[in-house]
């Protein structure tokens, strides 16, 4: 399993979607507009103990694509 902190922005979801196309497991997650069968995730606020991922599911990579914009 892969987890991409940011798989909704731009970098993200192309990585995510092409990651998805070839078979890979993948978790992303999103911030501010939900998207299916992605995790709602603050960075700013990580309580990763309330939350619903489990950093032990990524036996491959975590990947952090996510930015400050504006």
Same mark, same amino acid.
């Given at each position: 399993m892969?987890?991409?902190? &940011?798989?909704? &922005? #731009?970098? &993200?979801?192309?990585? #995510?979607a092409?990651?998805?196309?070839?078979?890979?497991?993948?978790? &992303?997650?999103? !911030?501010?507009?939900?998207?299916?069968?992605?995790?709602? #995730?603050? !960075?700013?606020?990580?309580?990763?103990?309330? *939350?619903?991922?489990?950093?032990?599911?990524a036996?491959?990579?975590?990947?952090?694509? *996510?930015?400050?914009?504006?």
């Open positions: 892969i987890i991409i902190f &940011g798989a909704s &922005g #731009y970098i &993200g979801n192309r990585l #995510y092409s990651l998805v196309a070839r078979g890979i497991p993948v978790l &992303g997650t999103c !911030l501010k507009r939900p998207i299916p069968d992605m995790i709602r #995730y603050d !960075l700013s606020r990580p309580d990763l103990a309330k *939350s619903e991922i489990d950093l032990r599911d036996s491959h990579a975590v990947i952090c694509a *996510s930015s400050v914009t504006d």
